[in-house]
Each structure stands twice: as structure tokens, then as C-alpha cells.
């Protein structure tokens, strides 16, 4: 069977992910790298086609780790902490001018493996094993991953707090009831550069099809330019609650998240967070 390395798609506030919960973990300013404990055999790249040389050490370590607890493959990111991701790359793609005492510094930290008895692991039962059989120090460290509530709001908390640390450049999302698949999918996403303000509701508009909101219309300064934005992406509770009661909201603040900004200065994916 021919592997192919997970690819995450992007995260959009504005759209309905049909779950409740997500594994969220950090994303690192690492190389991304895969570990298959057979065929091609080595670190390599997402495409598994570049294989990063001086790291054999690292190699030994991961297949004595997959053979030790039975695992298929590791995935992840190869990282040295303080390094920025520009540093880290021309180190790991280095193939004839680097120090060996360097390659030997970097870390394989990962986010997620397959087992040879059951190939077919949800994210749960993956999470499961990685806990159980990898540590959360050294060299091979396990990258945890932490439950969060499906939310716009819960999402920016967390990437906020993550981001805040200063050692990372965003969260990966990962559904947990998902296989793991080399099929791009909304099963695992990235999130980067979200962001939120504080706007004033202006107007609704309804919807031909259900009668309640079809979308909100926010107005604020954005670099000191007034703008009007659609806010799409409302539950079917909140489209009827804001239509019943659209007097009680117009003219009310409310916390507005998108992922970051268009060409034209306008919100990208603005979705409702909360009113203020």
C-alpha cells in the first residue's frame, strides 16, 4: 500500500464543521517530516521523495521506537527550540557542509502514528497510543494534543494562548473521530494568522430560504478605514434569534472573528465570536 502523508486544509470561522470537539495542537516552526518504519525507510519530507541526510542517529531511535511499540510510521516536525524556521530549514536540507554535533540537536517532535496491528485508528485511539508509548521529553517527543470546543471563539482562545508563547506559528485542528488519510480534508486543518475586533451590528438580511438571517452586517474602522462587512456562517439558532429580535442587537457591539485580511482590506471568513 502506497502511503501518502496527511495535508491539512485551511480554517474558515465563517463555516459549520459538523462535530463538537477538536484535538488542537501547536504548530510548530518546524520542518515537517515523516518516519515510515519500512519502505522508503528514513526521515523524509511530506512527499516522502527527499530524504534528510546527517539525521541516523534520529533514524535509529525512531525505528527502535516503531519496532519497540509496534508503529507503522511517526509524523511530525523536526525542531530545535530558539531556532527560527529559516535557520531550522537550511540545517535539515544541509547535505554536504553541515556540522554532524547540529544534526544531532535537532528534535523529532510528533503529532501523529499508525499501528501495524490496526492501521485504521481513529484520532482518539492515535492520541491513545502516542501517550502511551512515546514521551512528552527528548529527543522523540510526543506533541500533545488538547480537546476544544468546535467554536469560533474556542479556536481563537486557543491559538491566541498557544501564539502567545512565542514559540510557534499557529494550531493544527484534527478531528477526532477521523482516520488518518493522505485525502486532503475539513478531518484535519491549520490555523493561521486568525484574529478578531470589535464592531457595531448595523443591519440584517433575511434569508429566502429559512426566513431568519441569511447574514449580519457589521460596520468598523479598519486601518482607519470605515468599512461594512457581511458575517456569514450563524447557526440556526442565532439566524432565528437575531431576525426575531433584530432591534434588541442593532446598534450592539460585537466581537467579530476573521483570518486576517483580502487584497481589498475587507474581513476574511468573519464569523460571529460574541456580543460585548
Known amino acids: 500500500m502506497t502511503f501518502l502523508a496527511e495535508v491539512p486544509n485551511t480554517y474558515n470561522p465563517a463555516k459549520e464543521y459538523e462535530l463538537g470537539f477538536w484535538y488542537s495542537t501547536q504548530k510548530l516552526n518546524g520542518v515537517r517530516c515523516i518516519y515510515i518504519n519500512g519502505r522508503p525507510r528514513g ?3 511530506q512527499t516522502l521523495k527527499t530524504r534528510y541526510v546527517g539525521l541516523d542517529r534520529l533514524e535509529l531511535e525512531c525505528r527502535i521506537l516503531c519496532e519497540t511499540h509496534n508503529l507503522s510510521f511517526l509524523d511530525g516536525e523536526l525542531y530545535i527550540p530558539g531556532k527560527t524556521l529559516d535557520q531550522l530549514a537550511l540545517l535539515v536540507l544541509d547535505r554536504d557542509n553541515y556540522e554532524l554535533a547540529e544534526k ?5 517532535r510528533v503529532s501523529a502514528v499508525s ?3 490496526n492501521p485504521n485508528l481513529t484520532a482518539r485511539e492515535m492520541v491513545a497510543l502516542m501517550q502511551q508509548n512515546i514521551s512528552n521529553s527528548g529527543r522523540i517527543s510526543y506533541l500533545p494534543q488538547k480537546l476544544i470546543c468546535n467554536t469560533p471563539l474556542s479556536v481563537l482562545d ?8 512565542g514559540i510557534n506559528e499557529g494550531i493544527i485542528l484534527r478531528n477526532p473521530d477521523s482516520i488518518y488519510s493522505g485525502v486532503r480534508s475539513d478531518n484535519l486543518l491549520k490555523v493561521k494568522g486568525i484574529t478578531s475586533g470589535i464592531f457595531t451590528v448595523v443591519g440584517f438580511t433575511q434569508s429566502a430560504t429559512t426566513g431568519f438571517t441569511s447574514y449580519m452586517s457589521v460596520e468598523g474602522t479598519i486601518n482607519g478605514i470605515n468599512k461594512t462587512s457581511r ?12 431576525w426575531m429580535n ?8 460585537v466581537l467579530i472573528i476573521y ?14 465570536g460574541r456580543f460585548v
Open 43 to 45: 526521515l523524509r519530507n
Open 104 to 108: 544531532n540537536s535537532i528534535e523529532f
Open 115 to 117: 499501528s501495524v496491528t
Open 158 to 165: 486557543e491559538a491566541n494562548t498557544v501564539m502567545n508563547a
Open 231 to 242: 458575517v456569514y456562517g450563524l447557526n440556526e439558532e442565532e439566524e432565528q434569534e437575531l
Open 246 to 253: 433584530q432591534t434588541s442587537y442593532l446598534g450592539k457591539q
Open 259 to 272: 483570518m486576517g485580511l483580502t487584497s481589498t482590506g475587507n474581513l476574511r471568513n468573519p464569523a460571529l
